[in-house]
């Protein structure tokens, strides 16, 4: 099913206070808070907290001051995934949250649940964003994420490296992709990364590709008690447990960062990763010479598969003592400018309806795989407590990697983490 035939991002209360608290309170939030308030000169100051960093945001934040004068950003970021989604818990538990902020896949039940973020539905910077995205951040009818972009991620790899390994065209299979990666060891060559420290893209996709291999609907019968994880993922973590089974790929990854996995990347100092669009780039600046190319995670039958979603969604506190700044804000970022900018800043893969994505050729065969749906990220699929579920896979394949679990023992703590969860 095509993505656009179905037709990626911060909260800040203002608070009447007497000077005292304001002081102390700068203090202690310094550097950590984005709290709407009375700006300098008589302007409004409006929170907002994302996880891109300052450099992508800048330019829009300026465009938008432009246009509002009496409107003063206050920015703040935390980088994806858990830190950013800590920070903002940490700052709604406080009630120092951003007046507009992002709701991601690991957050979006507890933050629609817990009545932290607005609705809207039917407000009118909405009625560019595209059916699967509203519906990636709705619930019983009502949307409340704002979701500009969608991404699908896969396995980049260095042309050169590959060729010169022999390489005329990349794997379907995985035992081919295993081998490969031998072979590139064989040549003394670091074959691949994917990260441990989040969720691996290359899982995502062959847990997306068994999915639907299994008529697309696991995760709902999990959620309702028909099914269980080991159903869905005992086979694809059997499947890429092989990584480290061979030796294809070391198990130091369970200490590198995204950011360092890019790096050495850049460097040409591994052959392949899993990546997605927002590290073209960044890729493109550190290493403006390499030569890469995208493609989608290989599986058991040959028919490759990628890890995508919708791309995070702008929400606007439910507490926000500036509503229509806030709803000022999200349209600004829903216009033609606001989105063409962005996905100019990042690549983003943008999905509103007036704006056609000018995309690196790079980032081709990203694009045909949202077109065509093959695509699948386990934190949307999951009906509820994302986040509980995300921690709980991220340890155990951390314990995984380092042959201190095995692929059942994974899935059944998934399955226990649901059911002390809540179900």
């Known amino acids: 099913m095509s993505l656009f035939r179905l037709s990626p991002p911060r909260l800040s209360l203002a608070r009447k206070r007497s000077s005292a608290i304001l002081a102390a309170a700068a203090v202690a939030l310094a550097g950590l808070t984005g709290c709407g308030s009375g700006g300098g000169g008589g302007k409004t100051t409006l929170g907002f907290f994302s996880w891109d960093n300052e450099t992508t945001m800048k330019p829009?934040?300026?465009?938008?001051?432009?246009?509002?004068?009496?409107?003063?950003?206050?920015?703040?970021?935390?980088?994806?995934?858990?830190?950013?989604?800590?920070?903002?818990?940490?700052?709604?538990?406080?009630?120092?949250?951003?007046?507009?902020?992002?709701?991601?896949?690991?957050?979006?039940?507890?933050?629609?649940?817990?009545?932290?973020?607005?609705?809207?539905?039917?407000?009118?910077?909405?009625?560019?964003?595209?059916?699967?995205?509203?519906?990636?951040?709705?619930k019983d009818g009502k949307t409340y994420g704002m979701s500009l972009s969608s991404w699908a991620g896969g396995i980049l790899y260095n042309d050169d490296l590959l060729a010169k390994a022999g390489v005329t065209e990349f794997p379907t299979t995985w035992d081919a992709f295993i081998a490969l990666c031998q072979k590139l060891k064989a040549s003394g060559v670091t074959p691949f990364y994917d990260t441990?420290?989040?969720?691996?893209?290359?899982?995502?996709?062959?847990?997306?590709?068994?999915?639907?291999?299994?008529?697309?609907?696991?995760?709902?019968?999990i959620f309702?008690?028909?099914?269980?994880?080991?159903?869905?993922?005992?086979?694809?973590?059997?499947?890429?447990?092989?990584?480290?089974?061979?030796?294809?790929?070391?198990?130091?990854?369970?200490?590198?960062?995204?950011?360092?996995?890019?790096?050495?990347?850049?460097?040409?100092?591994?052959?392949?990763?899993?990546?997605?669009?927002?590290?073209?780039?960044?890729?493109?600046?550190?290493?403006?010479?390499?030569?890469?190319?995208?493609?989608?995670?290989?599986?058991?039958?040959?028919?490759?598969?990628?890890?995508?979603?919708?791309?995070?969604?702008?929400?606007?506190?439910?507490?926000?003592?500036?509503?229509?700044?806030?709803?000022?804000?999200?349209?600004?970022?829903?216009?033609?400018?606001?989105?063409?900018?962005?996905?100019?800043?990042?690549a983003a893969m943008t999905t509103t309806s007036?704006?056609?994505?000018?995309?690196?050729?790079?980032?081709?065969?990203?694009?045909?795989?949202?077109?065509?749906?093959?695509?699948?990220l386990p934190q949307i699929a999951w009906e509820r407590n994302q986040d509980a579920l995300n921690t709980e896979a991220v340890a155990q394949i951390q314990l995984l990697v380092q042959g201190q679990a095995q692929p059942a023992a994974v899935a059944a703590a998934l399955d226990d983490r649901l059911k002390s969860a809540g179900g």
Do not use: C
């Open 60 to 138: 829009l934040i300026d465009a938008f001051e432009k246009q509002h004068p009496a409107v003063e950003i206050e920015f703040s970021n935390a980088p994806p995934v858990a830190e950013y989604i800590s920070t903002l818990q940490t700052r709604l538990g406080s009630g120092t949250g951003a007046d507009v902020f992002l709701i991601a896949a690991e957050n979006k039940t507890n933050l629609i649940e817990g009545r932290f973020v607005k609705d809207l539905t039917g407000k009118p910077f909405m009625a560019n964003v595209s059916t699967f995205n509203s519906a990636t951040y709705a």
């Open 224 to 346: 309702a008690g028909g099914a269980t994880f080991g159903e869905l993922w005992n086979g694809p973590l059997t499947t890429w447990n092989k990584l480290f089974t061979s030796g294809a790929m070391s198990k130091d990854v369970v200490g590198l960062t995204g950011a360092q996995i890019v790096d050495e990347f850049a460097g040409g100092r591994v052959a392949m990763i899993a990546a997605g669009p927002w590290d073209v780039p960044n890729l493109k600046q550190k290493a403006p010479n390499l030569k890469m190319t995208f493609a989608g995670v290989p599986t058991p039958d040959g028919k490759p598969f990628w890890a995508g979603a919708a791309s995070p969604g702008y929400a606007i506190n439910a507490k926000t003592e500036h509503p229509k700044e806030a709803e000022a804000f999200l349209t600004y970022l829903s216009s033609k400018d606001a989105v063409t900018l962005y996905n100019r800043q990042t």
């Open 196 to 221: 441990a420290t989040a969720m691996p893209l290359t899982l995502a996709a062959l847990v997306g590709h068994e999915n639907a291999a299994k008529g697309g609907d696991v995760d709902a019968r």
């Open 354 to 376: 007036d704006v056609k994505p000018q995309l690196d050729p790079v980032l081709e065969p990203n694009f045909a795989a949202l077109e065509e749906g093959r695509f699948y």
